[in-house]
Structure formats: structure tokens, C-alpha cells
């Protein structure tokens, strides 16, 4: 309590009181939730205390200054289509619209095909100042029609450049020369378990919301979220992301997009959102503004984790193989179920996300090493990816 003045000593005994609730740190006091707060100078003996509004506090809030850097790029998507209800007959529908016709054969209780106009909405980020959107591919899935509107109050219609469901996801590309507001893309490969995570959207329609959370876990496969026939690692978030958060961007801390948010999970274990990381996101996004299609290469394997020897050990690093597409590129260079991936490209592999990642970034049409484990013996062997498209008649 030496070289304190009069007023700490009187909010501190008002702590040794428990009349105050104390946040402690080595500069820093922070009492009664934010109420105050004890600053203190190096020699932590001469306290000042500031109130709300004061310079001390006027800057608590760092979503704010990232959202203010990438949020004027985050847009509306509205789109829709029209929809035609088939009529409960046998009869071709275009016979049931003449009304003289079904009176003849006393169908006037048959409806006649009807059409109706169904709307949706979703959310996209501006990623090029050429007017790009990137957003879900199921958000712009069979529309007719489709108006995107932008932070600041425009709204601009847009024709779909490419669209790519595997990955999920779509470019849309904005009628006009702008200017438009641009986000800035981050890396998703530097991310770790437990960094800041701000999801920015329209869910329900409600422009411009945001929410925040943490990186809760990297490399989600889909698979184990029980969907089949995606290509995707997502990144987990505890960020609440709802229907009309679709293809808005998950934030970082500094306001750069390291995600498309793609998924929440509902019913059992709800409250858990996913997003497509950026890097991966671009370089599809950049293969479906050059060429409207996105490549999938593939060897025709499926890979699951190691196991370890014992439990409660750590498994090892690789990818065993758990099944071989027959006549597929795999098994015909020789790779054998059981066997375990440890490098590829003469890069060790941890886990078979990073096989798959290495696959994707060698790309198609040329040879491609691979250092396998069969036993107690060690190979190497080249094969060439394929499309996966091609897999298809196999």
C-alpha cells in the first residue's frame, strides 16, 4: 500500500472487502466488470483510475476495427427461380393447361401445372476490384435471377461465373465498373486452435450482423459431419452462424477473411458453425474466373488416420490407405490397402488432409512420388492424378 494515494486506498479496501470484483494483471486492475480501472505506471506505485468514456477505455474492441476493414465488402445475395408443381396426372402436363380439354374428359378436378417464384438469400464477400463475389455454391444453386446488395446501401445485379459443388462454393461476378469495397484475404494455413473468429453475414435477413468466437478446431472433414460427396476440410467455430450467414466471411482478428462459412450444425450439438478456409477458397475462386470449372485431381485411394500402437498413445504421422479404387491411378501403380502414405512429393506427410492437400496442389496429368510404408519394407512410387471426373466410369 505504500505510495498509493487516498483514492486507491479506498478501492482497495473496498476489494479486501469483497465489495469489488478484481480482474488482475501485472499492469492493470480492472474493477467491477469494466466500471473501473486501476492503470498503473512501471513502478506500478502511482494508480489512475479511469471511468467509462475515458481514453483509458475508448478502444476496448478489436471486432470492431476488423469488421470496419472488411465489412464493407460483405454483400446481400438475393436470388430466385421459378418453380413449377407437377399436376397429380399421368397426362402430359402441357394437355392439362387447356381447360376446354380437361372439361371434355372430366378432369376438371385436376389442376393444371402451377408455377410459382421462390426467393433466397445468402451472403458473399467482395475479393477483387474487378467486382468478384465469392459465396456458396448452394446459395446460387438452379436461380433464375440474382441482386446483390452492398454495405453501403447499393444494390447491383450479378450473373454467376463459375460455381463448383464439391467445394461448395461460387464466384459471382457484379454488372457495373464500381468502385467496389474489397476485403482483405488472409492465410488460412497460419491458424491454430483457439485464435479470434468474427462471422460476418445476413442470417434471416438481417444485414450487416456479426458474431464472435474462437477457431475451434482445423481440418474438420465433413465426412465426419455425416455429408458425402464434398471435398472439404473445414474450419470449426463456436461464432454463431445461421441460415443467410451462407457464404459470408469468417474474420480474423486483424479483419482479414480466413473462411466462407458454409455449414451449421442443427438438432444435436447446435451452436457449431464451419467455414471453408481461405486458401483453399482461392484457389478455387481463381480456377473459376479463368476457366469456369474448378480441377479435382485424384488417385483413386481412400485414407483414414494411423493407428496407435497402444491406447492412449499418440498416432503417428502419415495416412493409411483404406481403400483402392480398382483401375483407378492407384491401383495400378501398385498402392495396396494397408499401406501408409508418409511422404508425398518427398514432403512427409502428417495426416491424410495433408495428402490430399498435396494431390490437389500438384494437379493433374503428371507424375506425382509417393513414400509408402507396406510392413517393415519402404517404397516409392509415381503416379499421375486424374479428374475426378474421370473416376466416374470406373
Same mark, same amino acid.
Request: include cysteine.
Given at each position: 500500500?505504500?505510495?498509493?494515494?487516498?483514492?486507491?486506498?479506498?478501492?482497495?479496501?473496498?476489494?479486501?472487502?469483497?465489495?469489488?470484483?478484481?480482474?488482475?494483471?501485472?499492469?492493470?486492475?480492472?474493477?467491477?466488470?469494466?466500471?473501473?480501472?486501476?492503470?498503473?505506471?512501471?513502478?506500478?506505485?502511482?494508480?489512475?483510475?479511469? %471511468?467509462?468514456?475515458?481514453?483509458?477505455?475508448?478502444?476496448?474492441? %478489436?471486432?470492431?476495427?476488423?469488421?470496419?476493414?472488411?465489412?464493407?465488402?460483405?454483400?446481400?445475395?438475393?436470388?430466385?427461380?421459378?418453380?413449377?408443381?407437377?399436376?397429380?396426372?399421368?397426362?402430359?402436363?402441357?394437355?392439362?393447361?387447356?381447360?376446354?380439354?380437361?372439361?371434355? %374428359? !372430366?378432369?376438371? !378436378?385436376?389442376?393444371?401445372?402451377?408455377?410459382?417464384?421462390?426467393? !433466397?438469400?445468402?451472403?458473399?464477400?467482395?475479393?477483387?476490384?474487378?467486382?468478384?463475389?465469392?459465396?456458396?455454391?448452394?446459395?446460387?444453386?438452379?436461380?433464375?435471377?440474382? &441482386?446483390?446488395?452492398?454495405?453501403? !446501401?447499393?444494390?447491383?445485379?450479378?450473373?454467376?461465373?463459375?460455381?463448383?459443388?464439391?467445394?461448395?462454393?461460387?464466384?459471382?461476378?457484379?454488372?457495373?465498373?464500381?468502385?467496389?469495397?474489397?476485403?482483405?484475404?488472409?492465410?488460412?494455413?497460419?491458424?491454430?486452435?483457439?485464435?479470434?473468429?468474427?462471422?460476418?453475414?445476413?442470417?434471416?435477413?438481417?444485414? /450487416?450482423?456479426?458474431?464472435?468466437?474462437?477457431?475451434?478446431?482445423? /481440418?474438420?472433414?465433413?465426412?465426419?459431419?455425416?455429408?458425402?460427396?464434398?471435398?472439404?476440410?473445414?474450419?470449426?467455430?463456436?461464432?454463431?452462424?445461421?441460415?443467410?450467414?451462407?457464404?459470408?466471411?469468417?474474420?480474423?482478428?486483424?479483419?482479414?477473411?480466413?473462411?466462407?462459412?458454409?455449414?451449421?450444425?442443427?438438432?444435436?450439438?447446435?451452436?457449431?458453425?464451419?467455414?471453408?478456409?481461405?486458401?483453399?477458397?482461392?484457389?478455387?475462386? /481463381?480456377?473459376?474466373?479463368?476457366?469456369?470449372?474448378?480441377?479435382?485431381?485424384?488417385?483413386?485411394?481412400?485414407?483414414?488416420?494411423?493407428?496407435?500402437?497402444?491406447?492412449?498413445?499418440?498416432?503417428?504421422?502419415?495416412?493409411?490407405?483404406?481403400?483402392?479404387?480398382?483401375?483407378?491411378?492407384?491401383?495400378?501403380?501398385?498402392?495396396?490397402?494397408?499401406?501408409?502414405?508418409?511422404?508425398?512429393?518427398?514432403?512427409?506427410?502428417?495426416?491424410?488432409?495433408?495428402?490430399?492437400?498435396?494431390? /490437389?496442389?500438384?494437379?493433374?496429368?503428371?507424375?506425382?512420388?509417393?513414400?509408402?510404408?507396406?510392413?517393415?519394407?519402404?517404397?516409392?512410387?509415381?503416379?499421375?492424378?486424374?479428374?475426378?471426373?474421370? &473416376?466416374?466410369?470406373?
Amino acid at each position: 500500500m505504500n505510495g498509493l494515494n487516498d483514492v486507491s486506498k479506498r478501492v482497495f479496501r473496498f476489494f479486501k472487502a469483497g465489495k469489488i470484483l478484481c480482474h488482475c494483471s501485472s499492469r492493470a486492475i480492472v474493477v467491477g466488470a469494466g466500471l473501473v480501472t486501476l492503470a498503473f505506471d512501471q513502478s506500478l506505485l502511482s494508480p489512475v483510475i479511469a %471511468f467509462p468514456g475515458s481514453p483509458e477505455l475508448s478502444r476496448q474492441s %478489436f471486432v470492431a476495427d476488423a469488421v470496419a476493414r472488411s465489412g464493407p465488402a460483405v454483400v446481400t445475395v438475393e436470388t430466385q427461380r421459378r418453380v413449377r408443381s407437377r399436376a397429380n396426372s399421368r397426362l402430359p402436363p402441357h394437355m392439362l393447361i387447356d381447360p376446354s380439354f380437361r372439361f371434355f %374428359f !372430366g378432369l376438371q !378436378g385436376m389442376n393444371s401445372p402451377r408455377s410459382r417464384i421462390e426467393r !433466397g438469400h445468402g451472403s458473399g464477400v467482395i475479393f477483387d476490384d474487378q467486382g468478384l463475389v465469392l459465396t456458396n455454391a448452394h446459395v446460387v444453386e438452379n436461380m433464375d435471377q440474382l &441482386m446483390v446488395g452492398l454495405a453501403d !446501401g447499393r444494390r447491383v445485379s450479378g450473373r454467376v461465373v463459375g460455381q463448383d459443388s464439391l467445394t461448395d462454393l461460387a464466384v459471382i461476378r457484379l454488372d457495373g465498373s464500381g468502385p467496389w469495397p474489397i476485403a482483405a484475404l488472409g492465410d488460412s494455413d497460419k491458424l491454430r486452435v483457439g485464435d479470434w473468429a468474427i462471422a460476418v453475414g445476413n442470417p434471416y435477413g438481417l444485414e /450487416n450482423t456479426v458474431t464472435m468466437g474462437i477457431v475451434s478446431n482445423l /481440418n474438420r472433414n465433413v465426412s465426419q459431419l455425416g455429408i458425402s460427396g464434398k471435398r472439404l476440410d473445414l474450419i470449426q467455430t463456436d461464432a454463431a452462424i445461421n441460415p443467410g450467414n451462407s457464404g459470408g466471411p469468417l474474420l480474423n482478428a486483424e479483419g482479414e477473411v480466413i473462411g466462407i462459412n458454409t455449414l451449421v450444425r442443427s438438432g444435436p450439438g447446435a451452436g457449431l458453425g464451419f467455414a471453408i478456409p481461405i486458401n483453399q477458397a482461392r484457389s478455387i475462386a /481463381n480456377q473459376l474466373v479463368s476457366r469456369g470449372w474448378a480441377s479435382h485431381p485424384v488417385i483413386g485411394i481412400g485414407l483414414s488416420k494411423v493407428s496407435a500402437g497402444r491406447p492412449g498413445l499418440e498416432s503417428p504421422s502419415g495416412a493409411k490407405i483404406s481403400y483402392v479404387v480398382p483401375g483407378g491411378p492407384a491401383a495400378n501403380g501398385g498402392i495396396q490397402v494397408g499401406d501408409v502414405i508418409v511422404s508425398v512429393g518427398r514432403r512427409l506427410m502428417a495426416g491424410p488432409a495433408d495428402v490430399i492437400t498435396a494431390i /490437389n496442389s500438384h494437379g493433374v496429368g503428371r507424375p506425382l512420388s509417393f513414400g509408402l510404408t507396406r510392413g517393415a519394407r519402404r517404397y516409392e512410387l509415381y503416379i499421375t492424378p486424374i479428374e475426378m471426373s474421370s &473416376m466416374r466410369g470406373l
